[in-house]
């Protein structure tokens, strides 16, 4: 096969074939195309897109550039979830113990935060000793033991992605629905799972702040779990606020075990998307007839104690410090606490969550390359919700942080991306759209 011709043939809209796309991918990462040639590829497919064939097509190759995991002799319905990612979005953390409670493996490969967004190995890092490096025969151990287990990427899987990713990050080609499509779902068709939930957000914190982009991002994603025999439910959810009202590692670790204690009355928002998100994974597990029904089951899971002994179970498996767990007030506290308090007063009507993000980022929870070093106490806890109303002087926000010099700077920031008016505007809507 000529890849000029190839790439001539993406550039003039026509599509590529199962055996094209294969030879494109497996030369690539045996290095037989050079990045010049494969670049002209990627911006191709950005401008011109692809079918739900080649984008399956795709997927497959990329799947099949690394392991894709067994996990047939472990007994009962696998399902995971994905989420697009967004700021204070701990559903991971805490749906993991309650589906795994309800008699449904969930075996999690997850990400590391960068930029606005935080991420679940991060978070889970920020409890001392917790590992989330394990070996494949040690990830399948701990999902037959107690039913779930959260590990970051390994290089075996899907390695073609850590490829093409890099190469689209320096392209700009990253905001390709097929490319982002493909890189998602190799790494989750690898895990070994029978299906998946996802949660695509939507909103000025999210990576598709258009609903419509939402929308077809949700659409190509199903469409590809579909073509691989995947059991899917997607869901397009709000991120035009913060999910909860932590944002920050430890923060949200914090947080989590509030609502996996029943405690978690002040983050309905938090809990209303968690208890979707797992009802439909017990309901893809065959635990509940219906979503409504595994969310029954998810709230017995919290009341009858099992998600939190789940949770305590996971860390101990994972080698974390479980009496911080049993006692969170034990953890060390940033060494600043800052509260900053409204300027006016009015209904809360507007804020930038993506800049939210970022200032949490500022404050040490987050990373600008891959480098940088985390602060696990870091963060933001933010408390009013859109359309509440605020008095002036009411305490807003409350910063977690070891970074005196960027408080004042900060604050400011923050001011400037809410908006407190007079007239109350409508609440966005939590659960866009379910699609099953
Ligand atoms: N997350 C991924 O894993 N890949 C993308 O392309 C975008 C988000």
Known sequence: MNTVELIRKKRNKEELSESEIRFLVTSYIKDKIPDYQFSALLMAIFFNGMSTEET???TKEMLYSGKVIDLKSIQGVKIDKHSTGGVGDKTSLILAPIVAAAGVKVPMISGRGLGHTGGTLDKLESIPGFRTDLNLS????????????LIGQTKDIAPADKLIYALRDVTATVESIPLITSSIMSKKLAEGIDGLVLDIKTGSGAFMREEKDARKLATALINTARAFDKKVIG???DMNQPLGNYIGNWLEVYESIKVLLGAGESAADLVEVTLQLSGAMIYLGGKASSIEEGVEVSREMISSGKAFDKFLEIVKLQGGDVSLIKNPE??????IVETVRAEKSGYFNAIDNYALGM??????AGRMTKE???DPKAGIIFYPKLGDKIKEGDIIAEFHTGRKNKIEDMKNKLYNII???GKKKAKPKLIKEILI
């Open 330 to 335: 034990k953890y060390p506290k940033a060494r």
């Open 419 to 421: 908006s407190i008016d």
């Open 235 to 237: 869901f397009i959810t």
């Open 372 to 374: 940088d070093v985390i």
């Open 138 to 149: 040690r990830y399948k151990s701990v999902v037959n033991k107690c039913g779930t287990v």
């Open 359 to 364: 200032i949490s980022l500022e404050l040490g």
């Open 56 to 58: 399956a097509h795709l």
